[in-house]
């Protein structure tokens, strides 16, 4: 008797269904970028050699195999629920680039870039910059799923766990990390594992590179992108059964990135042609032209040479001649000196920070040298910024890897799959704590406001404790836990009373402040809801004025194991759940 189609299914998704639960998963990742984003994937299958594969091919970008697309989205003016992306915005359009820097608007804006009015820009946009960053990252996965699909069996891609990772800015503060989050939530993406730029290109390059390494050995990664430059100093720390890096000093970065460079190019044309010619130029095709001529041509194929020369046409945008600036019948004769000139405030801020760095993680090592910089990014591909670090560091080999614009997305997929590279201690980048009243010290205290506490007839002042310090050693699979304790009247309480609101503060001082003030911030707050448990299991003590409390002990716990930090709620001894973090 011939099989039944559909118990021939049946055992097909039972097989399948035991395969994903022994651990068969697809691995996703995705580089949500400024200028660029790309998205990279590996199946993950026992006893089966791992290969990561970048989606290469994009709508719009038909005949250019590559694995990044631009980080475009163009709104229909009269529904916002439809829209183009990446590709399919063509250069003419109006469209919204650069919005994953306003998911991080407090980020401090380099003096050498145009003054730019950020609340202006986010009046500007269509929606939300979360909503616009859902709609992209949204986009790019559902075209990227469809050609895991028809590269493969689309049932078993379908009956894989999913595991999401996506790459943030070493510099990204923890609220824009939260954004990042939310806005792959909306998009369909969860849960998500966040990985550090600079940590996903070292992990995919010093891979790429393992024949070459030895324990001991350090390198910096320079991850140059659109929006940012990222920097963090890595040490190999094992190289078998499989390679563990640690980070050696604390990342550093700022906002250098090629997009700079387009603003610049931008100041430079306004002074150009002035500003009252400029209001009727930028609105112009011609423009548009020039603008993607600089992109595309200028920008990237610039390597230094002072009198190489390079035009920049502005087609029927009836300009007036200007021989002695070179600009005649709407065409700009722009010098290697020109073209310098807009990059060098970028180029000398990343050899500051590269400087930096380096001196740093000499110092850590106790003078042992650096064997490398690991240039990666597309910025990082610029030849011009290779060979201007040359010149700073002539002592270290400054390295462009093959595939550096693909680096951080393939790096991201690696990090997820075991034994095959991972970093096992990261280094903390700032003071994190709390603040709360603690029992005043006569001398230290001194001249501090205080607040007299019936419930056990103390003196207290506010006073920061710090459980994170900048530069600390944090393990990968290491919890750290806050202590709290509240005293809640036995006779009066509501149960508002038992959801307990902490602020988690942070600080970038150099030294830790010992009281609230302009040197902390609030980081986020933590909201741990204690209301379902019952009241017979917190101790009950006899306040100072005759009244009987609950004291609630309870710690909340930190866990590092990524790049954004997940909160629980521990109470004697054991975990209760999660904590929300609320980030404003």
């Not at 919005?99 to 009046?123: H, R, S």
């Not at 390679?243 to 250098?256: I, N, Q, T, W």
């Not at 609101?501 to 600080?507: A, I």
């Amino acid at each position: 008797m011939d099989n039944d189609p559909i118990d021939i299914l049946s055992s097909h998704m039972n097989h399948h269904t035991v395969a994903s639960d022994s651990d068969d998963r697809i691995i996703i990742a995705l580089d949500f970028g400024t200028t660029f984003s790309g998205i990279a994937y590996a199946f993950n299958n026992p006893g089966k050699k791992t290969e990561v594969v970048p989606i290469l091919d994009w709508p719009g970008l038909e005949g250019h195999r590559q694995p990044k697309v631009p980080t475009l989205i163009s709104y229909d003016p009269n529904d916002p629920t439809k829209f183009q992306w990446g590709g399919q915005v063509d250069w003419r359009s109006e469209a919204v680039q650069g919005v994953k820097l306003l998911l991080d608007p407090d980020q401090p804006q380099p003096i050498y870039l145009p003054t730019a009015n950020t609340k202006d820009d986010l009046k500007k946009l269509p929606k939300d910059p979360v909503d616009i960053a859902a709609d992209f990252i949204g986009a790019i996965y559902k075209h990227a799923l469809s050609k895991i699909e028809s590269a493969g069996v689309k049932d078993y891609v379908e009956f894989c766990q999913k595991q999401f990772v996506l790459s943030v800015p070493a510099v990204w503060s923890d609220k824009a990390k939260d954004r990042t989050i939310r806005a792959a939530k909306k998009a369909g993406i969860h849960p998500v594992v966040l990985i550090k730029e600079p940590e996903a290109a070292a992990l995919y390059t010093l891979d790429v590179h393992i024949r070459a390494l030895e324990v001991g050995d350090a390198f910096v990664v320079c991850d140059a992108g659109g929006g940012t430059v990222d920097l963090i100093t890595y040490e190999v720390t094992k190289l078998f059964p499989a390679l563990e890096l640690a980070e050696v000093v604390p990342g550093s970065g700022g906002m250098a990135g090629s997009l700079g460079l387009n603003k610049r190019f931008t100041e430079t044309v306004q002074n150009l042609v002035g500003d009252e010619q400029w209001m009727t130029l930028k609105k112009s095709v011609g423009w548009s032209r020039a603008l993607n001529e600089w992109d595309k041509v200028i920008k990237t194929g610039f390597q230094g040479d002072l009198e190489d020369e390079s035009f920049v046409s502005f087609p029927q945008a009836h300009l007036k001649d200007d021989p002695e600036e070179n600009l005649v019948a709407n065409c700009w004769t722009m010098t290697g000196t020109d073209i310098q000139r807009i990059f060098d405030p970028l180029v000398n801020d990343i050899l500051r920070l590269i400087d930096d760095q380096v001196k740093s993680a000499l110092l850590k090592r106790g003078g042992k040298g650096l064997k490398g910089i690991f240039l990666v990014g597309g910025f990082g591909s610029s030849q011009y910024l290779k060979s201007c670090i040359e010149r700073a560091v002539p002592d270290i080999q400054v390295i462009q890897p093959d595939d550096a614009w693909a680096a951080i997305v393939k790096g991201a997929v690696l990090s997820r799959i075991p034994q095959q590279v991972v970093v096992n201690s990261t280094q903390a980048v700032r003071h994190y704590g709390v603040a709360a009243w603690s029992v005043v010290e006569p001398v230290t205290d001194r001249g501090r406001p205080t607040k007299f506490f019936p419930d056990d007839g103390t003196t207290r002042v506010m006073r920061n404790t710090w459980y994170i310090y900048t530069g600390e050693d944090l393990k990968r699979d290491q919890k750290i836990k806050f202590p709290f304790v509240r005293s809640i009247a036995v006779d009066s309480h509501t149960s508002n009373d038992f959801v307990f609101k902490d602020d988690l503060l942070s600080s970038d001082n150099t030294s830790a402040p010992a009281y609230p003030g302009r040197d902390t911030r609030v980081n986020c707050t933590l909201t741990a809801d204690l209301t379902h448990m019952d009241k017979s299991v917190f101790k009950t003590q006899r306040g100072a004025d005759g009244r009987t409390y609950y004291r609630v002990q309870y710690n909340l716990v930190v866990s590092t194991t990524a790049a954004n930090m997940k909160f629980s709620l521990e109470f004697g001894g054991k975990e209760m759940g999660s904590v929300e973090a609320t980030y404003e």
